[in-house]
């Protein structure tokens, strides 16, 4: 199974910037590497884990309306990195942010019941 490790979080005023990044390792199907769908939640205390943003094997991504305009998540297939840029940042996106994965890569959702990976979570602190 990948494992997950993400990093980048920490504390910003309102309207400012942060970029996560979520190392994967790499593991190889019949000598291929393997694809997964890769995707960003996060949750904030009190509140249920949501998806923020997800892309898939072809590119294509999906994004919370919360996010829209705002967010950019991005894969670095030579590297096996996940990236999620924020800006514009609210303090209403005070959250943890866990990177996530799954196999099936071509699924563009962003259901929490359908990740089997998850990262330990990086915190993100946008104050006003």
């Known amino acids: 199974q990948v494992q997950l490790v993400e990093s980048g979080g920490g504390s910003v005023q309102a309207g400012g910037s942060l970029r996560l990044s979520c190392a994967a390792s790499?593991?190889?199907?019949?000598?291929?590497?393997?694809?997964?769908?890769m995707a960003w939640f996060r949750q904030a205390p009190g509140k249920e884990r949501e998806g923020v943003a997800v892309?898939?094997?072809?590119?294509?991504?999906k994004y919370a309306d919360s996010v829209k305009g705002r967010f950019t998540i991005s894969k670095d297939n030579a590297k096996n990195t996940l990236y999620l840029q924020l800006n514009s940042l609210k303090p209403d996106d005070t959250a943890m942010y866990y990177c996530?994965?799954?196999?099936?890569?071509?699924?563009?959702?962003?259901?929490?019941?359908?990740?089997?990976?998850w990262g330990q979570g990086t915190q993100v602190t946008v104050s006003s």
């Open positions: 790499e593991y190889t199907y019949y000598g291929y590497p393997k694809r997964y769908r």
């Open positions: 892309v898939v094997s072809d590119g294509n991504t």
């Open positions: 996530a994965a799954n196999d099936d890569d071509w699924v563009l959702t962003l259901t929490t019941g359908s990740y089997s990976y």
